[in-house]
């Protein structure tokens, strides 16, 4: 290139020199003044030219130009946003990868630019060589040049994220500690304050499992999941009803979750004939919609999981009207209702109108646990696959094609494997899926491959000959790993696991379920200042407490709750309680010696009711401000209901009461009593 400029160059010259040699009728002055001037145009053209053939040093200014520029956006970006979300870290993650990108480019660049020494003619070019030092040219540093963008990149500060850096032997110990029992630890702040918190298990992101309603196995690790599907309900198409009878209120199943806090949610299932039946005809939905509520409330579900085969474009508004109709029904008497629907890892049929659906339904779960066996070879979840089917690729089409938020998903994963047998020809034939207990226990002795690419764990059965005669693809802990990973880091709702048996006996599932989602989380219970601890007298002491109940009595779902002293209220009580008893020993002792002569009845009978209304108040207050009556003023599940409100609303509901007996039941009384 640089060859080709100077020939261009040199001809240009030449041209202009004899072009200049053949005029003429140009004066000698003029035209020593015009060799002048060309002189300089020349001078300033080659040094423009020199200029612009330092490639790599041109090349090396844009590109730092390029990347500041991007610096400073994501410094401006990252200054603007203190409360970083999922959808910032992710950007932002985003951006530090494009700029490693183009750091690693620049470094290709050099490498492809710098000049490689000849090796000496008396030198083996096998021998290693160290190479002289380049002479200092001037041109900036390009090693320093990154390094310095490296610092400038990282040196930035970043959206603090929970990391926990024990091994994972020691971090699982930890949580099955934890799932025993929560940790209390005490200790002290600054020599200031006690305090005292507690270590409990709290999800990363949500957990669900699949139990089939005819299994009876009860011994789970329950607390791995926080929600549980019973799929219970199988759906009759024509008459919207239950094939079986439903008794989850007794189902041991339901009570050991509900017991351990997870939600429950009945599953609803139809083959393809009964949900077109049961979409095609409203006297089955109505049926279904009205019955349901009474259902749920029986059984102790907290909501429905729609799984409906069969659905194609035909069906997908009946499917829609449905929803909408279901949604309202449930919503109405219940606010907190769950309605889920399980969808097709890929929606080929379109039975499906996901955008519209949305609104009404709080989780969509993509189910890889289903698939065509014939058409399908492999395994059952592959996570990257050039098919249509992995689960990459059907994340990526429901979040973009289809709109909907990352928040929404949930991965539907299977805990069983499938088993195709493979016949002369190497085309796999026969699939029949195996849980991953019955895969553990009869094929354990056999050696595990792995696909990389698809997440998977493989086993083949060769005969004698060494020829494949069975394949096994399935999932353990080492699969199970990437596809938990690939969940969390794309923001997905959660997982789920159909079903929650098919691992009995075996616990690497389980252990790799709680290592990527149960987390270890403190919560402060109390602080006390050691300062104010042991001072349980004095008017600052007096003043201080008051105070606190004051702002609690307003307040009382407040974290202040956590220093509340009742001591001083215990001691108020006390006393209007001997003041009350004294006054009324004295007042009975006056109007019995006294009776109707005694000048100061009326006044001492207003003190006396005016001091037992005030020693019900403080009675009252002091059961409010106890943390240990359940669903009352400072209890842990508190409603925010100021004190003052809940006592209007006693005492109105007494003078009502009080006004009807006057007006009602004692005309009555007095009526029977006349003679």
């Not at 300089?40 to 423009?48: D, F, R, Y």
């Not at 110990?173 to 630890?185: D, G, M």
């Not at 969390?488 to 159909?498: D, E, F, M, P, T």
Request: charged share 25%; net charge neutral; aromatic share 10%.
């Amino acid at each position: 290139m640089r060859a080709i400029i100077l020939i261009f160059l040199a001809t240009f010259l030449i041209t202009s020199t004899f072009t200049l040699k053949g005029k003429s009728n140009i004066d000698k002055n003029t035209t020593l003044l015009l060799q002048q001037d060309t002189s300089k145009n020349k001078l300033s053209l080659l040094k423009k030219l020199s200029e612009a053939l330092k490639f790599r040093k041109n090349a090396h200014e844009r590109e730092k130009k390029r990347v500041i520029k991007i610096i400073d956006d994501y410094v401006k970006a990252a200054a603007s946003a203190p409360n970083y979300t999922d959808f910032a870290l992710n950007s932002m993650n985003t951006k530090l990868a494009d700029l490693q990108s183009i750091i690693n480019k620049i470094q290709s660049d050099i490498e492809t630019i710098r000049p490689v020494a000849p090796f000496p003619v008396d030198t083996d070019p096998s021998d290693p060589i160290t190479p002289e030092p380049a002479p200092d040219s001037g041109p900036p540093n390009n090693d320093k040049y990154i390094d310095d963008l490296i610092k400038a990149i990282y040196a930035q500060d970043k959206p603090p994220v929970e990391t926990i850096s024990l091994p994972k032997q020691e971090r699982l110990a930890l949580i099955k500690n934890l799932i025993l029992e929560p940790i209390v630890l005490k200790d002290t702040v600054d020599q200031i304050f006690k305090r005292e918190r507690s270590v409990k298990l709290k999800h990363a992101a949500e957990v669900w499992g699949f139990f089939p309603y005819t299994n009876r196995e009860i011994d789970l690790n329950y607390r791995l999941f926080n929600t549980l599907v019973i799929n219970a309900y199988e759906l009759n198409g024509n008459t919207g009803r239950s094939m079986r009878d439903l008794d989850l209120k007794n189902f041991e199943v339901t009570r050991r979750a509900k017991v351990i806090g997870s939600k429950l949610i009945m599953g609803v299932t139809a083959d393809a004939k009964n949900t077109s039946n049961f979409l095609l005809h409203d006297f089955a939905q109505n049926q279904f919609i009205s019955e349901i509520a009474t259902a749920l409330a029986e059984n102790n579900m907290e909501g429905l999981n729609i799984q409906f085969k069969g659905l194609n474009a035909k069906l997908s508004r009946p499917m829609l009207a449905f929803i909408d109709n279901l949604s309202k029904a449930c919503r109405k008497g219940n606010k907190q209702f769950i309605l889920s629907i399980t969808i097709p890892d890929f929606d080929i049929k379109e039975g499906y109108l996901l955008p519209e659906l949305s609104p009404f339904t709080d989780r969509f779960l993509v189910d890889f646990s289903q698939q065509d066996f014939k058409n399908r070879p492999g395994p059952l979840a592959p996570l990257k696959q050039q098919s249509d089917y992995s689960i990459e690729t059907c994340v990526s089409r429901y979040l973009n094609l289809s709109h909907l938020a990352p928040s929404k998903l949930i991965l539907l994963l299977p805990y069983y494997g499938i088993r195709r047998t493979i016949d002369a020809k190497g085309k796999p034939e026969n699939p029949m899926l195996l849980s991953y207990s019955r895969i553990r226990a009869n094929y354990q002795y056999l050696p595990v491959n792995y696909d990389e690419q698809t997440a998977t764990a493989i086993i083949e059965v060769v005969d004698t000959a060494g020829k494949t005669r069975e394949k096994i693809w399935f999932d353990n802990e080492h699969t199970l790993d990437k596809k938990f990973d690939f969940a969390l880091k794309a923001g997905l709702a959660g997982v789920a696991i159909h079903d929650m048996t098919a691992d009995i006996g075996y616990g690497e599932l389980a252990d790799e379920l709680a290592y990527k989602f149960l987390l270890p989380d403190t919560l402060t219970t109390k602080l006390t200042n050691l300062e104010l601890e042991n001072q349980k007298f004095g008017w600052a002491y007096i003043v201080r407490n008051l105070k606190t109940y004051y702002f609690l009595l307003g307040h009382p779902c407040h974290p202040s709750q956590s220093i509340l002293d009742r001591t001083l209220l215990t001691y108020i009580n006390i006393i209007l309680l001997i003041i009350c008893l004294g006054l009324g020993y004295f007042c009975y002792s006056k109007i019995r010696t006294k009776g109707d002569e005694w000048t100061n009845r009326t006044p001492m009978l207003i003190i006396m009711g005016t001091m037992t209304f005030t020693l019900i108040t403080c009675s009252f207050a002091w059961l409010y401000l106890d943390n240990d009556i359940p669903w009352f003023g400072l209890d842990k599940k508190c409603i925010d209901m100021p004190f003052l409100i809940l006592y209007l609303i006693i005492l109105t509901g007494i003078a009502l009461g009080i006004l009807l007996m006057r007006l009602f039941l004692f005309p009555v009384i007095r009526q029977e009593d006349t003679p």
